[in-house]
């Protein structure tokens, strides 16, 4: 569905800011019966939006196409870097919002349930998971982490009023995916008790901006938000940003924490002086970053090409999302990289979506591998640390961006 006004300040008068081409969905990873169907592809496009300073997806993809037509790859559980960050995010949010055991805390989009479980955990919360993807939820419920499979709406905020009403509702990564984020925000408060707490967290636009990282832009995003056009959102629902911290998971996240009423945070100002100074709300920003992406682009190519022509073996390390839109914009396949490792056993076996690349287990890197491109280059340096020592011959490539 083509995006034609803001999604926050719901203003006609948006601008094309950045334009990736035609992509498939990054995050669904194909089996190899499906390698011969033929692949749908949409604009990957990034919208400003002249009147709050909104960023967005210039086409939205139904969300059945995207969590339930297909496995779902993405697992909160996966690796230790994600394990370790949702178990301080569970710590930082119970001290700050006086969490008691027995509150309830609700996850939107809680995946296999890792966050809720930290919860659990740490504060003797009590906790329900809401996830749409089928197979996601099976992971969680036999976890042991009660799960809605259900998208956010009434019928799921239903079951969390009928338990009490939550303390603290959360959302990682996941309120970046919403079409509809008035109804998104009215569902939530209903859900939510007088004194609770709404914190979610998710790519911040500052970040991909100052580090050129576009490849955190895909169709599973629908939203890039920054704290400028949100701080006006809210006020209309009566909501306060209580808190607010940037941290560097996933490449560069903005956690935001909102109540009824409250005091907005100091750290509030100094995002909104950063956001100002950077100029995220001009058009020219973008014409630059987009002239950049490009030069990016052909860096790229031209070290992976120089490898193959020197003779060497290249592959992939990791088989991230957001490797698939830097796969597809720069046009890199089978031809550059003859596959890509991972650890995740949701992805060993398939194919990456577009460029068709075999992912295998990290065992498969073998003595006649001379180089490797590290799609998750936020986890580059783990990345290095774990394989480095095994194939210490192995030339890194990481596509850090910033400029």
Not at 32 to 44: F, G, I
Not at 289 to 294: A, T
């Amino acid at each position: 569905m083509p995006v034609s006004i803001c999604a926050l300040c719901q203003s006609g008068d948006l601008v094309l800011a950045l334009d990736l081409g035609f992509h498939p969905l990054a995050d669904t990873f194909l089996k190899k019966e499906q390698l011969m169907d033929p692949e749908v592809r949409y604009p990957l496009q990034m919208l400003l939006c002249k009147n709050c300073g909104h960023a967005m997806s210039s086409y939205i993809v139904p969300p059945q196409k995207r969590y339930q037509e297909n496995d779902y790859s993405y697992d909160s559980g996966n690796s230790k870097v994600s394990v370790e960050h949702f178990g301080e995010m569970a710590a930082d949010i119970s001290k700050r919002v006086g969490l008691q055991s027995g509150d309830l805390v609700v996850d939107i989009g809680s995946s296999v349930g890792t966050l809720l479980e930290a919860f659990r955990t740490n504060a003797g919360a009590a906790v329900l998971g809401v996830e749409p993807a089928y197979n996601i939820a099976e992971v969680a419920l036999q976890n042991n982490v009660p799960t809605v499979n259900d998208f956010w709406g009434e019928r799921a905020a239903a079951e969390v009023v009928q338990a009490g009403k939550a303390k603290v509702i959360t959302s990682t990564n996941a309120f970046n995916h919403i079409g509809d984020l008035d109804s998104f925000m009215q569902t939530t408060l209903g859900a939510l008790r007088d004194d609770g707490t709404f914190v979610f967290e998710v790519p911040y636009l500052l970040h991909l901006v100052e580090l050129l990282a576009f490849d955190t832009i895909y169709l599973e995003h629908t939203s890039y938000f920054a704290l400028r056009p949100l701080q006006q959102y809210f006020k209309k629902f009566g909501l306060v940003i209580v808190d607010v911290q940037e941290n560097t998971y996933m490449g560069g996240t903005v956690r935001v924490s909102v109540t009824r009423g409250g005091t907005e945070s100091p750290a509030v100002a100094a995002c909104l002086a950063k956001e100002e100074a950077a100029k995220l709300f001009d058009e020219e920003t973008y014409t630059t970053m987009m002239r950049k992406v490009q030069q990016f682009k052909f860096g790229l190519l031209q070290e992976l090409l120089d490898a193959k022509k020197g003779g060497g073996v290249v592959i992939g390390i990791g088989a991230a999302t957001k490797g698939n839109t830097l796969l597809n914009y720069c046009g890199i396949d089978t031809t550059l990289l003859d596959f890509i490792t991972d650890a995740s056993p949701r992805k060993v076996g398939k194919y990456t979506p577009g460029s068709h690349i075999p992912i295998l287990p990290d065992e498969a890197i073998t003595d006649a591998v001379t180089h490797a491109l590290i799609l998750p280059w936020n986890i580059g340096d783990f990345l290095k640390g774990k394989l480095g020592p095994k194939y210490p011959k192995l030339a890194f490539i990481t596509p850090h961006m910033e400029q």
